[in-house]
T-cell receptor
Framework: SQQGEEDPQALSIQEGENATMNCSYK?????LQWYRQNSGRGLVHLILIRSNEREKHSGRLRVTLDTSKKSSSLLITASRAADTASYFCATEDMRFGAGTRLTVKP | EAGVAQSPRYKIIEKRQSVAFWCNPISGHATLYWYQQILGQGPKLLIQ????????DSQLPKDRFSAERLKGVDSTLKIQPAKLEDSAVYLC????????????FGNGTRLTVT
């Protein structure tokens, strides 16, 4: 089994800026998922990227996957205060790391 | 569609007492997960069910934690006896299938052990 490990642990930016967070994993995967968690709530699924995909978009979100480096990145463009949350990645075994805590200042 | 339902929302107990959490997944979801999330940490997988069978319980402290999923639908997670370090949010999630479909989470049960 394995889990994704996110970095940085914390990220603070101004509204309108872009936010990039990374995920690393250890063994081969079939897919990788990104989730968001607002304080006091359950996680919400953002995007799933399969191992044969290099990039995927959903609104202001862009996810890339580099299977040779066993890493993925999540880019949030034109961030908003409402994007303030913790972000997690997970591979098929659905184990999560410590997450990236994103703070977007108005 | 209705989301994943969990109850209770909050629970306060004293150490050495017992507690149980209930989860009703989204209809038709075969896979169900229980996670423990301690404040400031990521969710830790406790147990995964596929229908009513256990797929992974390697991180479940079996001396005090137990879980069941009757008829492959609802699930309960029990702690007996509770310790102070069990204070956490217990999250339930379900998905259509194992490993390749999104998880849908409930809002969790916040447990405080005093």
């Amino acid at each position: 089994s394995q889990q994704g490990e996110e970095d940085p642990q914390a990220l603070s930016i101004q509204e309108g800026e872009n936010a990039t967070m990374n995920c690393s994993y250890k063994t081969s995967i079939n897919n990788l998922q990104w989730y968001r968690q607002n304080s006091g709530r359950g996680l919400v699924h953002l995007i799933l990227i399969r191992s044969n995909e290099r990039e995927k978009h959903s609104g202001r979100l862009r996810v890339t996957l580099d299977t040779s480096k066993k890493s993925s990145s999540l880019l949030i463009t034109a961030s908003r205060a409402a994007d303030t949350a913790s972000y997690f990645c997970a591979t098929e075994d659905m184990r999560f790391g410590a997450g990236t805590r994103l703070t977007v200042k108005p | 569609e209705a989301g994943v339902a969990q109850s209770p929302r909050y629970k306060i107990i004293e150490k050495r007492q017992s507690v149980a959490f209930w989860c009703n997944p989204i209809s038709g979801h075969a896979t169900l997960y229980w996670y423990q999330q301690i404040l400031g940490q990521g969710p830790k997988l406790l147990i995964q069910f596929q229908n009513n069978g256990v797929v992974d319980d390697s991180q479940l402290p079996k001396d005090r934690f137990s879980a069941e999923r009757l008829k492959g639908v609802d699930s309960t997670l029990k702690i007996q006896p509770a310790k102070l370090e069990d204070s956490a949010v217990y999250l339930c999630a379900s998905s259509l299938s194992e490993g390749n479909s999104p998880l849908h989470f409930g809002n969790g049960t916040r447990l405080t052990v005093t």
